[in-house]
DNA sequence: GTAACATATCATAATATTGTGATATGAAAA
DNA sequence: TTTTCATATCACAATATTATGATATGTTAC
């Protein structure tokens, strides 16, 4: 009866409150497309590891090296490379070649905003 | 040379620039605590899943019971279910029940700001 | 050239997370 | 009290993520 545009079938589940059709369709129409939603949780997914939010937490300090960074959080370095390549490939940290080292700082201002959001939610 | 009070050791890291030794005890003076770091791990890891994102975005339109998430988006009810005990575990959401429904709201204007910020910024 | 250093990439075992079927609980209706 | 409905919990296979050892790349010093 509903539409039945979408792959799984939920049909046994509050069909009788038909009340609800309308708060469905409202809220429906206000949800952002599939992809947003995948790009979305890979990017916050990012915060999701104690690692990357200690590196994150330094470069909103000021700019490092990478070997800077390994010894302030006294992380070995494939380590530390490897979450920052990953910081890398989500355009979260971006860096800057000086001779043979590296020096790595936050791409923008949302990083820093959701990482203080986030620490204030946690503190109350 | 340098403190040796953590667990491993990179001794043969960047000792020669003795220049960074400076840098390194300046961030770490500022750094939160391990188990601070942790939890806000946990807090984002949350947002880090598209169907959680789905669920809290329909949930910052408007409170709605489980069902409701269930049909707006086409999920099963155990999927749903299991990630709003997550949600629930992680004090994002919280819930009240209302005869046989538990009608789902967020815990507070953090989550909505984090959402919103974290949106802004895979938009650019 | 070669040695030393800073960083990156690859491969992988250990671990964590996902969605979902089966099942349980608990409330209202019949 | 039996049935039905809304939701929760359990168990688990499939999948993803982690840290890290081994190794590669590229830069400077000698």
Redesign the interface.
């Known amino acids: 009866m ?1 539409d039945n545009n ?3 079938n ?1 049909d046994d ?2 069909e009788v409150f038909n009340s ?1 059709e309308d ?2 369709e ?3 129409k ?3 497309e ?1 992809d ?15 690692t ?3 590196i994150l ?2 470069l909103a ?2 700019d ?2 990478v ?2 960074i ?3 959080l ?4 494939t380590t530390v490379s490897n979450q920052l390549r990953i910081l890398r490939a989500n355009n979260i940290v971006k860096y800057q070649k000086e001779g043979k080292m590296a020096r790595y700082s936050l791409t ?1 201002l ?2 820093e ?3 203080k ?8």
């Open positions: 509903a979408l792959e799984n939920n589940m509050c609800h708060v469905i409202r809220v429906q206000r949800m952002i599939e947003q939603y995948s790009n979305l949780a890979e990017f916050f997914k990012i915060f999701g590891n104690p990357r939010l200690k937490s330094l300090i000021e490092l090296c070997c800077d390994c010894e302030a006294n992380l070995n370095q923008d949302h990083i905003m959701i990482y959001v986030g620490l204030e939610h946690i503190l109350e």
